[in-house]
């Protein structure tokens, strides 16, 4: 008896220095794609395809979203990409989020923005309005993700997460979130991070923002 199915966003997660082994399967089922990364990316899309109908077809009310890294791709790898610099679900997950949700293969996607509005390699309201715009000639819902763990937490990089406990970034990301008809709500990740002492102020808003 499960409401939903969500998936996060580790397609296909490798690194530098931690690659992954599959090149011995690429020689086997990879001889129709022009780059391993073509066939790397059908894999993904099979497996969306392949659990969204299963999950209709079973049991049509239970809902199947996937919650991937905000930045679908770059602008300057492609023209319908974000005006971001981040690491790019499609060229490094290896995952077309955006042909999921024009696919219509999902009920709803909750794209991971982890960044402040001042982030300029990966501004929060640039990706939430790029979002916005995939999902509005669709039916497929758009929670946002938001960095709640990072709230209150020092970084050079991003040093708006402890002004005045977080409030006022986390206000504007919501007040965003609001302002937008395409944005059904929010997801704050993760859960644990609302019983610790550096994200207590922001606790506090919200709590007067959204009701005890």
Same mark, same amino acid.
């Given at each position: 008896?499960?409401?939903?199915?969500?998936?996060?966003?580790?397609?296909?997660?490798?690194?530098?220095?931690?690659?992954?082994?599959?090149?011995?399967?690429?020689?086997?089922?990879?001889?129709?794609?022009?780059?391993?990364?073509?066939?790397?990316?059908?894999? %993904?899309?099979?497996?969306?395809?392949?659990?969204?109908?299963?999950?209709? *077809?079973?049991?049509?009310?239970?809902?199947?979203?996937?919650?991937?890294?905000?930045?679908?791709?770059?602008?300057?790898?492609?023209?319908?990409?974000?005006? %971001?610099?981040?690491?790019?679900?499609?060229?490094?997950?290896?995952?077309?989020?955006?042909?999921?949700?024009?696919?219509?293969?999902?009920?709803?996607?909750?794209?991971?923005?982890?960044?402040?509005?001042?982030?300029?390699?990966?501004?929060?309201?640039?990706?939430?309005?790029?979002?916005?715009?995939?999902?509005?000639?669709?039916?497929?819902?758009?929670?946002?993700?938001?960095?709640?763990?990072?709230?209150?937490?020092?970084?050079?990089?991003?040093?708006?997460?402890?002004?005045?406990?977080?409030?006022?970034?986390?206000?504007?990301?919501?007040?965003?979130?609001?302002?937008?008809? *395409?944005?059904?709500?929010?997801?704050?990740?993760?859960?644990?991070?609302?019983? *610790?002492?550096?994200?207590?102020?922001?606790?506090?808003?919200?709590?007067?923002?959204?009701?005890?």
């Amino acid at each position: 008896p499960v409401d939903g199915v969500q998936f996060d966003d580790y397609f296909y997660a490798e690194s530098a220095g931690s690659t992954l082994n599959d090149s011995q399967t690429f020689r086997t089922y990879g001889q129709g794609f022009a780059s391993k990364a073509d066939w790397r990316r059908h894999n %993904t899309q099979q497996l969306i395809e392949q659990v969204s109908r299963t999950i209709k *077809q079973l049991k049509p009310g239970v809902e199947f979203g996937v919650s991937p890294a905000g930045v679908w791709r770059n602008l300057s790898h492609d023209p319908a990409g974000s005006d %971001t610099r981040g690491a790019a679900a499609y060229d490094e997950a290896y995952a077309d989020t955006r042909r999921w949700v024009q696919m219509g293969l999902l009920d709803y996607i909750a794209p991971q923005i982890y960044w402040p509005f001042s982030r300029q390699a990966a501004r929060y309201d640039v990706l939430a309005n790029w979002w916005a715009n995939v999902v509005k000639p669709t039916h497929t819902r758009l929670y946002i993700g938001v960095a709640f763990y990072k709230v209150g937490e020092p970084s050079k990089n991003e040093p708006d997460w402890t002004v005045n406990g977080g409030v006022p970034e986390l206000k504007k990301q919501l007040d965003l979130n609001e302002s937008v008809p *395409q944005i059904s709500g929010t997801i704050l990740f993760r859960e644990n991070y609302l019983n *610790q002492p550096q994200t207590q102020e922001a606790v506090n808003y919200l709590r007067s923002r959204w009701g005890s």
